[in-house]
């Protein structure tokens, strides 16, 4: 990025926040690990849209699977013994969740009922699933990441059909992290967190994966990218956690504008929603905070709403 001039800004607003009934800080073995052994009342990830309008987001530490309506009002679904992170819903209403501890899980939304879905490969634990996206075929595609990094190069990407074959596209990433896929499902872009880069991954009919490629090269930090969305023209938005910020990259990642976080720094996962689809909402894990901001262009249709 460092080859182009800074982009536009835009700003966005708080939405709502995490309300203080929900909110009670306190170590836990997630948050020792991964924030530092900070107290903490939540993490947010996970945001994801119904066709009622309605947002949910995940919260890692404490299980938690939140509802919140058009006016900000927070409900929660459900609570389990689970480290949930993406959530996405499927054409038929049914929700998946990634979930780091329990692998893939599904939540009945009517009854707040969380199942086992997916809890393992090859009889192995997974390393800790991280996030997913519906293709446009039924294909489910979700990232395996774990603690792996520019140390330990081994996260992986998984595809599971229809049919329910499940395949390993790739087991050579260092942090995987969020992924989409395009509309005609020709390739996936995933973030690859601790290199601090999207990669390319060509998708072909004979199920082969070759020429994977870094599609973009963020300039660094102290984490990365990590959610990850398209907008209706193609363009990339990247959740930059750690630098507060959402990158919009066009189909030949130049950079296009910059959307700044106005609460924290840890812009960890977004969604488009709202009026005409054109509202991006991002998770602000450090403050618990839900963040909104307008885009150029509406984005990219998901399954849930096909």
């Excluded at 996970?46 to 927070?74: C, H, K, M, N």
């Excluded at 490969?121 to 991280?130: A, I, L, M, R, T």
């Excluded at 020709?186 to 290199?195: E, G, K, M, N």
């Excluded at 398209?230 to 630098?243: I, K, P, R, Y």
């Amino acid at each position: 990025m460092s080859f182009f001039a800074p982009p536009p800004q835009l700003d966005t607003s708080i939405f709502t926040r995490l309300p203080d009934r929900f909110r009670n800080p306190k170590r836990n073995s997630w948050a020792d690990t991964n924030r530092g052994g900070r107290p903490i009342d939540s993490f947010l990830e996970g945001p994801s849209f119904d066709r009622q309008g309605r947002l949910y987001v995940t919260d890692i530490p404490y299980g938690r699977i939140f509802r919140i309506d058009e006016a900000g009002e927070w409900e929660l679904v459900t609570e389990y013994d689970g480290w949930p992170n993406g959530l996405k819903i499927r054409r038929d209403g049914q929700i998946f969740i990634t979930d780091y501890k329990r692998g893939l899980m599904q939540l009945d939304p009517e009854t707040g009922t969380v199942t086992p879905f997916l809890e393992t490969v090859g009889s192995e634990g997974f390393k800790g699933v991280n996030d997913l996206v519906f293709g446009r075929s039924g294909n489910l595609y979700f990232t395996d990441q774990g603690q792996t990094g520019m140390h330990d190069p081994t996260g992986r990407v998984y595809r599971l059909s229809p049919d329910g074959r499940l395949s390993c596209l790739l087991d050579t990433i260092p942090s995987p992290n969020g992924i989409v896929v395009d509309e005609a499902e020709t390739h996936l872009l995933v973030a690859v967190t601790r290199a601090n880069q999207i990669w390319r991954v060509p998708l072909h009919a004979s199920g082969l994966v070759t020429k994977v490629g870094i599609f973009a090269h963020l300039h660094g930090g102290p984490a990365g990218p990590d959610g990850l969305a398209l907008d209706a023209q193609g363009c990339l938005l990247v959740a930059h956690t750690g630098f507060g910020s959402i990158w919009r990259l066009s189909p030949f990642a130049e950079p296009l504008q910059r959307i700044v976080s106005c609460a924290g720094r840890s812009t960890t996962n977004l969604a488009f929603g709202g009026a005409e689809n054109r509202h991006l909402y991002i998770t602000d894990s450090e403050t618990g905070s839900i963040l909104r901001a307008e885009c150029p262009a509406p984005g990219l249709l998901m399954d849930s709403h096909i």
